[in-house]
């Protein structure tokens, strides 16, 4: 099998939208942006054994590619367009392939994003995809956040990382709850359907993807100023309850792959933006308070096993 019949069998996919001028088949593909928008563009690349372990399920590792990429469009206030996609296999397994591509069509149907090119080589199992998303108005960026705004995540953060040391074996759990964390590390929801909730609203955003102190350590410098955070307050899946308080507040706290958003607003915005999240199925909570007084992240609660670089908690 050549790697032309792959192309074809496997990415060159029927019924673009009418944003494809032309996609895959030529030497480039041309893409028409509507008037009034700008573009968002993020990369992401995932290597086995480094970004999922090796034998990861291959429907899994085509929908967390797309998902993780989709995340970041939706952090910054885009709507999916298209994306790329690089491919290195070991071998032309049709197989593996096949489940590969559909993890990544469902998705994509799902949120009307589409593939319009990409490259495919041999080499050590690694997946690049570039996603595009319009920008309708302004963008949601790092640096927005003010004095007073209250700091608000999605849904529950700590599922991921507990389902990596699950399946890392550095960690047991009753399997219901097992299933559910592991789960969210295979198979993390993107946020898109926050966009438009968020638009007028959120101040600041990003998406969780290295952890919560250090990405909200991220908004906090770029946009200069300091926060509280309640430790009681961070939102935990009945899953992650089930682990003693250290060690769901260390996945919570520190673990990366949540996927969830995270973001900034006024205490007035919030019960607006709360329910309307919730009428989505979305759970908005507010976990701490941006200061300008304060330099840095203030935790109410003092992590035994805290990260490097984050000596500056303190317990009041
Ligand atoms: P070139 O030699 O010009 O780089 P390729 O042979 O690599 O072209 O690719 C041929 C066409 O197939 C191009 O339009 C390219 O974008 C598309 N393509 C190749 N691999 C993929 C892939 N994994 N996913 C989507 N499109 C792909
Ligand atoms: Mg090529």
């Given at each position: 099998?050549?790697?032309?019949d ?11 939208p ?9 030497d ?23 970004h999922?372990?090796?034998?990861t ?19 910054m ?7 790329t996609?690089?491919v ?12 590969f591509?559909r ?21 050590a199992?690694?997946i690049?995809?570039?996603v ?5 108005g ?5 640096s ?6 209250l ?5 529950t ?10 399946v ?44 919560l ?22 939102p935990?899946?009945a ?15 520190t673990g990366?792959d ?12 919030f019960g ?5 999240a ?21 935790l ?9 670089g ?6 009041n």
């Amino acid at each position: 099998m050549s790697e032309f019949d792959l192309i074809r069998d496997y990415f060159q996919w029927s019924n673009p939208p009418s944003s494809v001028g032309l996609g895959v088949g030529d030497d480039a593909a041309i893409l028409r942006v509507p008037a009034g928008c700008d573009l968002a563009v993020s990369v992401d690349t995932f290597n086995a054994g480094i970004h999922f372990p090796p034998e990861t399920p291959p429907h899994a590792v085509g929908y967390k590619a797309l998902a993780v990429n989709l995340s970041d469009l939706a952090a910054m206030g885009a709507e999916p367009a298209w994306f790329t996609l690089a491919v290195s296999l070991p071998e032309a397994n049709r197989e593996w392939i096949a489940e590969f591509v559909r993890g990544i069509q469902e998705l994509a149907q799902q949120h009307g994003i589409f593939l319009v090119g990409g490259d495919t080589t041999r080499g050590a199992l690694s997946i690049t995809i570039q996603v595009m998303g319009f920008v309708r108005g302004q963008a949601l960026l790092r640096s927005g956040a003010r004095h007073g705004d209250l700091v608000c995540v999605s849904g529950t953060l700590g599922d991921a990382a507990a389902g990596l040391a699950i399946v890392q074996q550095r960690l047991v759990m009753l399997t219901e709850a097992a299933t559910h964390c592991i789960g969210r590390l295979n198979y993390p929801t993107s946020r898109n359907a926050l966009v438009e909730i968020l638009r007028g609203h959120a101040h600041a955003c990003m998406d969780v993807s290295d952890g919560l102190l250090a990405d909200l350590g991220h908004i906090l410098k770029a946009s200069g100023v300091g926060a509280k955070l309640y430790h009681q307050a961070v939102p935990l899946s009945a899953a992650l309850l089930q682990l003693p308080l250290e060690q769901r507040l260390l996945f919570a706290l520190t673990g990366g792959d949540d996927y969830e958003l995270l973001f900034t607003l006024t205490p007035e915005s919030f019960g607006q933006v709360k329910e309307a999240a919730a009428q989505r199925g979305i759970l908005l909570t507010a976990i701490g308070e941006i200061d300008e007084n304060l330099t840095d992240l203030r935790l109410d609660y003092e992590l035994l096993n805290q990260k490097r670089g984050y000596d500056h908690f303190s317990a009041n």
